[in-house]
């Protein structure tokens, strides 16, 4: 599999990473329903046959269960992977979250991750939300102290805009950003991508497949018949109307072109996502090892201009549908690799 440079980091990331969101299970507030332990230490441990090196998790996945599976999946594995977690969201004793970026909570969240985790440094680790908005430079204080204590390697962030990495950057280096990034959501090409290719800080973007979405495995009745724990049914606009039929238009669409590549939705929206010049990386959520081993192929395909602008005629159609008016960017996202 690829890899590529995390911006100033010596990190070399496979170009697919494993997302390890719904592993955590159910019985928090964005469970993604039952899932089974079993299925996601195979999926682990196949992903690493497939040549993803890199897991990305956090505490709140699963309050804590995430983190924990992860832990017992790479036991023994620890130097053929680069663990990322993040801080920041946390929950109290009746599974209620909340956010805390003070340097008290972050170096307590620090300590509870290594635990669960099992090991002794973390690669990379976020800042998962930028809330509270006043407290992000104290807590970005604190993860240049936990990296001089060599509890981290690197410190990056997670859901924010420019102008608060802009305050960070003058504490320490921040080596990532992890944005949403898919065809459905293209909110960071307005002004991130660009910032972070010209300040040397990757792009790992999260949700590359629009939460399953854009995998193309989803009609009317079968996200209708999501469990009622899966935040997705409830909180997740892109699976509800007015922006569910016109997205299922779209993934019908996204056949057609995958098709003619022998490829499926689900590659074609990851390659999508890493054909841009500016992502280092994305990441997948995986349950199961069949999924991954979909997925990691993904890696390999290099989507031509013809196609790229094909996709790119196709959302614009969309964007008219749902009557979404893009602003006029001040400049244009840079390249993506098929130029």
């Given amino acids: ?79 053929k992977f680069y663990i990322a977690t993040k801080c920041g969201l946390i929950w109290d004793a009746k599974g209620k979250l909340g956010y805390d970026l003070s340097a008290q909570s972050v170096k307590k969240e620090v300590e509870n991750s290594l635990a669960r985790l099992k090991i002794s440094y973390i690669d990379l680790y976020q800042i998962h939300w930028p809330f509270p908005d006043d407290k992000i430079e104290e807590a970005w204080e604190e993860i240049m102290r936990l990296k001089d204590e060599g509890k981290i390697r690197y410190g990056g962030v997670s859901n924010f805009n420019v102008p608060q990495i802009q305050r960070i950057l003058k504490i320490g280096p921040v080596v990532s950003l992890q944005p949403p990034y898919n065809m459905l959501n293209r909110a960071i090409e307005k002004d991130i991508i660009n910032f972070c290719a010209d300040s040397n800080i ?6 590359p497949m629009s939460c399953g979405l854009l995998t193309g495995k989803y009609d009317g009745a079968k996200i ?22 016109v997205n299922l238009w779209l993934i019908e669409e996204l056949k057609k072109v995958a098709d003619k590549l022998d490829i ?27 999924q991954i081993e979909e997925t990691a192929p993904a890696s390999g395909i290099i989507l031509s201009v013809a196609i790229m602008d094909r996709i790119g005629k196709l959302l614009k159609i969309r964007d008219e549908k749902l009557g979404i008016i893009h602003e006029p960017r001040k400049s244009l996202p840079r390249k993506y690799k098929g130029e």
């Fill in 224 to 245: 209708s018949s999501l469990p009622e724990d899966d935040w997705r049914k409830k909180e997740n606009g892109e699976f509800r109307e007015p922006k569910l039929e």
């Fill in 264 to 290: 499926t939705v689900a590659q074609l929206s990851l390659a999508w996502v890493i054909n841009r010049e500016a992502v280092t990386a994305a990441i997948t959520g995986t349950r199961n090892k069949k």
């Fill in 202 to 207: 990757g792009i790992v973007a999260y949700s």
């Fill in 1 to 79: 599999m690829k890899t590529r440079k995390l911006g100033s980091s010596d990190l070399n990331l496979s170009v697919i990473g494993l997302g390890a969101w719904a592993i955590g299970g159910s019985g928090w507030a964005y469970g993604w329903g039952d899932q089974s332990d079993k299925n996601s230490v195979e999926a682990i441990k196949r992903s690493l046959d497939l040549g993803v090196n890199w897991i990305d998790t956090a505490p709140v996945y699963g309050l804590g269960h995430s983190e924990e599976i992860v832990g017992k999946a790479i036991k023994g594995l620890r130097d």
